[in-house]
């Protein structure tokens, strides 16, 4: 039995809770994912990665072709995804394939196949290539996608503290350049290079691989550290901020269209696959959705 394109972009978008099908090819693909993600870890042990040569080729071969066959099946089934600017089959095709998701899909057969095509391509950036399957993943979670949408909103907030961050990394590379320089030229030798040891220190990692050893620059460390803290910690409440901001509109969107099916007191059928697809589309689940309705029902 053929399946319709509208089915097989059903099956391979974010599984649905009543949909049993969806959820396992997404289960089986999110475990394929991290399966070639410990895989291309444990061949880049050299010992290990000799000893199993063969049973590694074998799997790639074998994700490879998982891969390539999602990944067709994506371009023909994308032609039935609502999409706003993309009317016809072929842009809706294109609008896939140019998306993040399609370029990422597209990354995680191409180093393989290079490899495959070009027997003299260095493995070594086909390893770091590969890795890049783990961001495969944002095909089955919104999660990317939030914090992407969550910093864009906040982005004049994020782009000020950022601002403060590179004034604090310069004047701290600079203040420890000028006194540290002629007790440690070589960990100190210029801005620049002085710039490795206010990062780690502005960041609060402090590797501890360069210190100030002079009065002067133990108290430009000092100086360092708080500003990271205020920097940093800033950036961070930013971007959790924001995220969370960012779910709770979700939710006020959705919220607002229940209440407006429930004008009359009563959700028609159309007006439920309309709160449906939204709900889809803001990949809320379906018991918060249900929750929603229960509450506006007794509100009324």
């Keep these: 039995m053929l399946v319709s394109r509208k089915r097989t972009l059903e099956i391979l978008d974010q599984a649905q809770d009543d949909d049993r099908t969806s959820r396992y090819v997404d289960r089986f693909l999110s475990v394929l994912i991290i399966s070639n993600i410990v ?8 010992s290990i990665g000799l000893a199993y040569r063969s049973a590694f080729l074998v799997f790639e071969y074998f994700s490879v072709t998982i891969f390539a066959v999602e990944y067709i099946m994506r371009i023909w089934a994308s032609a039935e995804r609502e999409n706003g ?6 842009g809706r095709r294109l609008a896939y394939i140019f998306s993040f998701n399609g370029l990422v899909d597209l990354i995680a057969i191409l180093p393989s196949l290079l490899a495959l095509i070009a027997g003299n391509v260095d493995l070594r950036w086909v390893r770091v290539v590969r890795l890049l399957r783990i961001l495969k993943i944002s095909n089955y979670s919104s999660a990317l996608e939030d914090l992407a949408s969550a910093i864009y909103e ?29 007790a440690q030229p070589d960990a100190f030798a210029s801005i620049p290079e002085t710039m490795w040891w206010a990062l780690i220190t502005l960041t609060t990692v402090g590797y501890g691989d ?33 995220f969370a901001s ?34 889809r589309e803001l990949n809320l689940p379906e018991a918060q959705v249900r929750a929603i309705v229960e509450i506006m029902y007794k509100d009324r």
């Design 39 to 46: 895989a291309v870890s444990l061949e880049s042990v050299e």
């Design 85 to 90: 600017s993309a009317q016809s089959i072929t």
């Design 154 to 182: 906040e982005r004049r907030s994020f782009l000020a503290a950022s601002y403060l961050f590179c004034i604090a990394l310069f004047i701290a590379s600079a203040l420890m350049y000028v006194v540290e320089r002629h």
């Design 246 to 279: 960012q779910v709770s509109r979700k939710k006020d969107i959705l919220m607002a269209e229940v209440s407006h099916a429930l004008q009359d007191g009563v959700i028609s059928e159309d007006e439920f696959e309309k709160i449906e697809h939204l709900r």
């Design 210 to 242: 360069v210190s100030p050893v002079t009065p002067l620059g133990k108290a430009v460390g000092a100086l360092t550290a708080l500003m990271g803290v205020c920097t940093v910690a800033l950036l961070t409440g930013i971007i959790a901020n924001a």
